[in-house]
């Protein structure tokens, strides 16, 4: 959106910023959001470049395809433990997370 629009939305009262503001976040939420989606477009990258199915990365998970779908997604009810697990296992490592601080 141009600059000129933006201003005059905001003058008849529309507000403008991201997901987490809209959400109320704190830092430390925001954060771990972030990381969160890191860790999962990590290991999707990861995947797909060694030319894996998500099936063949749930059964070294000792997992489900859906399972490593939502991980993937970064869907909350993934726990850390299981993202950083599937990143390991497709050969990642912590300094392939690229998340904005």
Do not use: C, I, N
């Not at 600059?3 to 430390?28: I, M, N, Y």
């Not at 990861?46 to 749930?58: C, D, F, G, H, N």
């Amino acid at each position: 959106m141009d600059a000129r629009k933006q201003r005059a939305l905001e003058a008849v009262g529309w507000r403008f910023g991201d997901a987490a503001e809209f959400l109320e976040l704190t830092d430390a939420e925001r954060q771990l959001v972030d990381l969160r989606l890191a860790v999962s477009r990590a290991v999707r990258q990861r995947r797909e470049r060694k030319k894996m199915t998500q099936q063949e990365l749930a059964r070294m998970l000792k997992s489900s395809q859906s399972r490593v779908a939502k991980l993937e997604a970064g869907a909350p009810d993934v726990s850390l433990d299981l993202l950083f697990r599937g990143l390991f296992a497709v050969g990642g490592r912590l300094g392939d997370v690229k998340h904005r601080s």
